[in-house]
């Protein structure tokens, strides 16, 4: 029945300025794409989710699902990703990595993965990321996808990494050796007690309260701007 369904207008280009789909109702959503088009911008934030699948959309670059109610997604199909925001939602679990290397989200700059439930993320290229926000969940650590291995790490190899906020979550231990593009580091509220700061130190702002340092483990700020 087509009274159950709501049509999605999608973009080609970019993300809309306005979301184009106002129903407050949950619904799964279908998109019908035009034969011979590439959908490479998809907005649904702010609409209730039970599921939505993407995996027919290969081409898809910027993704907005915020503030959906989501519980799961698949993105395993999704490898020309630029940016991707999933903030608000309910995730537990979240894994960024591709159903094969083929599906290697090697341009995956931007990430939004905040105010969820996480426990569990995976990310995959760590080199592509520039901008990641982890906030306001329950991680401890992060695994990265190699190839068939997922392998916990540090951060200390996201070389282009230059803003990451971390804050509300469980991490003990932070350690950014490799990374002397990071501008603002936000750790607020965790479990630290150590964090390495980049080799060649460009973090300009600053935001590490709220966590277990003592004044033997306190990370030296020299002239790092707090928050």
Known sequence: NSDNFDTIKVTTSHLPVTPNVDTKTAYIFTVYVPEGVSVSALGVNDVPLNAIDLSKLVGLEELNLANTG????????????????LSNNNLSTLSLAGASTYFSKNLLENVNVSNNQLTDLTLHYVLAIRHLDISNNNLSKVGFADRDTVIT???????????????????????????????????????????????????????????????????????????
């Open 70 to 85: 989501l519980y799961t997604i698949d993105l395993s199909k999704n490898r020309l990703l630029h940016s991707l925001d």
């Open 153 to 227: 790490i540090d951060f200390s190899d996201a070389d282009n990494l230059i803003s990451i906020d971390l804050s509300n979550n469980k991490f003990t231990e932070l350690d950014f050796t490799h990374c002397e593009k990071l501008q603002t580091l936000r750790a607020s509220y965790n479990l630290l007690t150590s964090i390495v700061y980049p080799t060649t130190n460009n973090i300009d702002t600053l935001a590490i309260d709220g966590n277990k340092f003592t004044l033997a483990t306190l990370p030296e700020q020299g002239s790092l701007k707090q928050i």
